[in-house]
Nanobody
């Protein structure tokens, strides 16, 4: 079955950087959408960044200048996060889709999810 495993989370000071990675196995991912989401306590899960089948990147409004999504290989999804702020604190999840289902930055687009990695930004 398809499995996604996130890594790279941690605790950083405001203004710091982290690089998250997601390893995908059990499915050919080169032809499906891949995305990063985050969820803070008491809030809904929200899309952060995604890459579509054609390799085009999408970002949540206001994040494109600090966050960069990329793939080193067909089985790896990365998220470089720079100039982190306390409001970026959340559990970060990677996700994969095996079919088109509307908005690529909406959780409903995806049918495979990782367990998440915690990102905490505090002074």
């Amino acid at each position: 079955q398809v499995q996604l495993v996130e890594s790279g989370g941690g605790s950083v000071q405001p203004g710091g950087s982290l690089r998250l990675s997601c390893t995908i196995s059990g499915y050919t991912v080169g032809r499906i959408g891949l995305g990063w989401f985050r969820q803070a306590p008491g809030k809904e899960r929200e899309g952060v960044a995604a890459i579509n089948k054609g390799g085009v990147a999408f970002y949540r409004g206001g994040l494109s200048g600090r966050f960069t999504v990329s793939q080193d290989s067909v089985n790896t999804l990365n998220l470089q996060m720079n100039r982190l702020q306390p409001e970026d604190t959340a559990m970060y999840y990677c996700a994969a889709a095996d079919r088109f289902n509307g908005d690529i930055l909406a959780p409903t687009y995806y049918n495979y999810w990782g367990q998440g990695t915690q990102v905490t930004v505090s002074s």
